[in-house]
Nanobody
Framework: QVQLVESGGGLVQAGGSLRLSCAAS????????MGWFRQAPGEERYFLAA????????HYADSVKGRFTISRDNVQNTVYLQMNGLKPEDTAVYYC????????????????????????WGQGTQVTVSS
């Protein structure tokens, strides 16, 4: 079982940056692909970025390519989302999630963009971007 706790959200002006962290419990962190999703009020939770089990392979939604960077530290059992060039449209609750690795499914596969792929979720951290 994996427990996830997000942190690092807050209020930032448009054009600014935030670094979100997601701390995972247990020794099974390396057995999971990790993803970030966000959900604005009245909207569905949707995919932002994912990172593979052992290497640096990543996959991003088109809306955040070039602005957001996902990374992970398997020693500290933490995944990060560096967010630059923030826009008011980025305002949402941001969630990290863990998906049990499936053999022969690349991180770029659309499988990891679906909420159903992920077994564990954090409680979310609010990001508010002011204009």
């Amino acid at each position: 079982q994996v427990q996830l706790v997000e942190s690092g959200g807050g209020l930032v002006q448009a054009g600014g940056s935030l670094r979100l962290s997601c701390a995972a419990s247990g020794r099974t962190f390396g057995s999971y692909a990790m993803g970030w999703f966000r959900q604005a009020p009245g909207e569905e939770r949707y995919f932002l970025a994912a990172i593979s089990r052992f290497d640096s392979s990543t996959h991003y939604a088109d809306s955040v390519k070039g602005r957001f960077t996902i990374s992970r530290d398997n020693v500290q059992n933490t995944v990060y989302l560096q967010m630059n060039g923030l826009k008011p449209e980025d305002t949402a609750v941001y969630y990290c999630a863990a998906a049990l690795i499936r053999l022969n499914v690349a991180i770029s596969n659309y499988y990891y963009t679906r909420r159903e792929a992920y077994d564990y979720w954090g409680q979310g951290t609010q990001v508010t971007v002011s204009s």
